[in-house]
């Protein structure tokens, strides 16, 4: 029985698809069945799956999303489970920005994800949400469908601005909606330990932290073999072994699992 893990954050471009495509690499390395959800209509992870065209896929999660809202049947999970190299992934396309909009007009419109992904948790060790960088309906519904919250959180980027934010509103997803909802914790991405600045902002975000919220030892430092990874659409796992960051997603994956025991 597969937990739901969304991966989040309240800034754009801090990690987030990355983060996925290479816990999710890491997680399968480990043996476990994994399957990675692009709930973010730039697509940029279906890109990472090494997806050329996105507008040529036949059904995505925007599709998946739609046929919620209209009570129309769902499609056969083989019809919109797409795989590469032993991790499964739901693709994403702009599809779902229409979705976001509809979704705000719609009764019981935060479950939605949910009901999606509910019946493939039998079929999977992990299911990762990657989801886009604002608040609106389409996150609420990641979080709603979700066990626990990884936070993506770039030091470099004033870190701590709209942290408090991000985690108001898990803690009313909680309440409200989802009371299994957990944070699992807070991942420090693009984070050169050796740093001043890295140091100094993961020393405020722990000591504003500790004792509520953990800090994944697991940092992912910043290199230009993500983006490399990136443009090639290979995780690092294949495309960089060796490498810190690839080490660091290992890592992150094991400090996960062993919550698990
Ligand atoms: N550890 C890293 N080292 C260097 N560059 C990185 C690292 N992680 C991510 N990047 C780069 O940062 C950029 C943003 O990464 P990514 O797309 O994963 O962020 P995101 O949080 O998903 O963004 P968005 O909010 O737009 O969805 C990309 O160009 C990626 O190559
Ligand atoms: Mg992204």
């Not at 036949?58 to 056969?76: K, S, Y």
């Not at 960089?240 to 960051?245: G, H, I, L, Q, W």
């Amino acid at each position: 029985m597969a937990k739901i893990y969304m991966i989040g954050s309240f800034k754009g471009g801090v990690g987030k698809s990355v983060s996925t495509i290479n816990l999710a690499y890491s997680l399968a390395e480990m043996g476990k069945k994994v399957l990675a959800v692009d709930f973010d209509s730039q697509a940029n992870l279906t890109t990472c799956f090494g997806v050329d065209d996105v507008t040529a896929i036949p059904v995505t999660i925007g599709d998946l999303m739609m046929a919620q809202i209209e009570d129309e049947a769902m499609p056969e999970p083989s019809e919109y489970i797409m795989s590469r190299n032993g991790v499964d992934f739901i693709p994403s396309s702009m599809v779902l920005s229409a979705v976001d909009s509809k979704l705000r007009l719609e009764m019981g419109a935060e479950g939605m994800l949910g009901r999606i992904l509910d019946p493939l948790r039998d079929f999977y060790d992990v299911i990762l949400i990657d989801t886009c960088p604002s608040l609106g309906s389409l996150t609420i519904n990641a979080m709603a469908a979700a066990d626990e919250v990884i936070i993506a959180v770039n030091p470099q980027l004033l870190a701590m601005m709209g942290l408090q934010d991000f985690l108001k509103t898990v803690s009313k997803i909680k309440n409200r909606i989802n009371n299994k909802l957990q944070v699992a914790g807070i991942l420090l991405t693009m984070c050169d330990a050796r740093t001043n600045l890295c140091k100094v902002i993961t020393e405020e975000v722990a000591e504003t932290f500790l004792g509520q919220i953990r800090i994944f030892k697991s940092m992912v430092p910043s290199t230009v073999k993500v983006g490399e990874s990136v443009y090639y659409s290979e995780p690092l796992i294949e495309y960089a072994p060796e490498n810190k960051a690839c080490e660091a997603y290992r890592n992150l994956a094991k400090e996960l699992m062993n919550d698990e025991g």
